[in-house]
């Protein structure tokens, strides 16, 4: 049965921590600092991504009255990514047989198109988001009117500004824009203000005939920024009132599927075992699970445990369990986050000496390595503390000195088996999060419960020959 190491091929991104942590936004798109040949092959096309890329498409070809799409998700959850896969797709033609063949015939006739991006990040644009856009297409002068002071562009003067030629509009992470923009005041209003209206005029724009070949995606983040999310919904709105149309709702990466292991197997490794290598793996866990059944120390099904693994492999199943519990975290970036920290664990892995890993695991998080723990703090940092006294401190916490006494790695293998709970989940002070017992009391307490026969038979007194015939004697009369 093939180890990790002998059947996996990390990336080399994997190992270089410069690129490890690299998060690419619309900047590097419209910069051209993105290569679509080390961007696609480790791009893994989510059923999200390819409702985008498919609809967005037959907008561009004049093949769909759909022109408005709004990503929604959770800060790290693929919203980004989404938009640099259909935008470079957009600017490079001939990748797009690669990618798209397998679900969609784009249309050869389909050239360049034109492609203009705006994050919310970029606060301090001076002339708004139609400033920004119309810079972009070359155009920044039929704008002026719309400058000084800051106003916002009508219908008319957006299907102006963006007739022509196939065009493709991102506007990524407008909620924060919103946000502060309500702190810079605008004649009698805000600039957030003007920058809805402006939204909204847009929006409706893009029902018009000349331009049924421009498409808008948008992302929200609907629970970190309340305020600025309210403020394109308001837009959208607008949207179907004015035009019986509504944007379409996508979500980039399904939470309750395996996506994620798809996604993580792409971003990580570069080659990964044949079918019938992970499925020897699968049935020898199945037959661990075999073996914990007759010492009733579980329950699980060996059959659909090992489905499981050859569904997740090279990731234990777990990690999904772990994935859920960071969910609930303000700090988690969902998928990005994961990434990260599952290519932190690989690198750490592939790094050491040792060769007798079969699977990625929760308990493989190191957190006496300082790049690991720095991950799992961002997460949740009111457990560092914790942390340090009970699980990891460089021999120092409690589970690493009962290790030390007992001459084996007992207590911090049962401790990193259970630090995925008190990591992931928040904090609740008073709630035990986690036992640490001996190898040996385990055994005990895991051990197979004999039957009421067995107890008796094995009763010191099984083999005295007692009499048990009921005695006949009527006893005495006793006077109280």
Not at 44 to 50: A, D, L, Q, V
Not at 235 to 255: F, I, K, S, Y
Request: proline share 5%.
């Amino acid at each position: 049965m093939k180890t990790l190491k002998s059947a996996c091929k990390p990336r080399d991104t994997v190992f270089d921590a410069a690129r490890r942590d690299t998060v690419l936004d619309l900047s590097d798109l419209v910069g051209d600092r993105i290569k679509p040949e080390e961007f696609f092959p480790e791009n893994y096309i989510t059923e999200g991504m390819k409702t985008l890329l498919t609809e967005g498409f037959r907008r561009l070809e004049g093949k769909s009255d759909q022109g408005v799409f709004k990503l929604t998700q959770a800060m790290g959850g693929g919203k980004t990514h989404n938009l640099l896969a259909l935008g470079l797709l957009a600017k490079h033609p001939k990748f797009r047989i690669p990618v798209m063949g397998g679900f969609y015939a784009p249309d050869k006739a389909l050239g360049d198109v034109r492609v203009v991006a705006f994050s919310g990040r970029e606060s301090d644009a001076p002339y708004g988001i139609w400033g920004a856009m119309a810079e972009q297409l070359g155009t920044r002068e039929l704008f002026k009117d719309y400058y000084s002071p800051l106003a916002a562009p009508g219908q008319t003067a957006w299907v102006n500004l963006l007739k022509g030629e196939p065009l493709v509009i991102m506007l990524d992470e407008l909620p924060p824009y919103f946000v502060n923009a309500k702190a810079k005041p605008v004649g009698n209003s805000d600039l957030s203000v003007v920058t809805g209206t402006a939204l909204s005029n847009l929006l409706v724009a893009l029902g018009k005939a000349e331009l049924k070949n421009v498409l808008l995606v948008i992302t929200d983040l609907t629970a970190s920024y309340q305020a600025g999310h309210q403020q394109i919904v308001t837009a959208l709105t607008d949207l179907q009132q004015e035009t019986g149309r509504t944007a379409m709702d996508l979500e980039p990466v399904r939470m309750n599927t395996d996506e994620f292991y798809q996604i993580l197997r792409k971003r990580i490794f570069e080659k990964l075992p044949s079918k019938d290598d992970i499925a020897e793996v699968a049935q020898a866990y199945a037959k661990a699970i075999r073996d914990a059944r007759q010492m009733d120390v579980t329950n699980a099904s060996p059959e659909q445990f090992a489905q499981r693994i050859v569904e997740t492999y090279p990731f234990h199943p777990a990690i999904r369990d772990l994935y859920a519990r960071f969910k609930e975290n303000p700090g988690f970036q969902q998928t990005r986050g994961l990434i990260r920290l599952m290519r932190i664990v690989t690198a750490r892995i592939w790094n050491e000496t040792r060769d007798n890993r079969y699977l990625i695991s929760a308990h493989d998080i190191d957190l006496n390595d300082r790049e690991t723990l720095t991950e799992i703090n961002q997460i949740n940092p009111t457990l560092e503390s914790a942390i340090a006294h009970d699980i990891a401190s460089g021999e120092q916490s409690v589970a690493e000195v009962m290790d030390a006494n007992l001459g084996n790695r007992d207590a911090g293998d049962v401790v990193q088996d259970k630090v995925t709970p008190v990591v992931a989940e928040p904090h609740q002070s008073g709630r035990d999060a986690v036992v640490v017992v001996s190898a040996n009391k385990l055994g005990m307490l895991s051990r197979p419960r004999g039957s009421l026969v067995d107890f008796f038979r094995k009763s010191p007194l099984a083999n005295v020959n007692l009499d048990l015939a009921r005695s006949t004697d009527t006893g005495r009369r006793v006077d109280l």
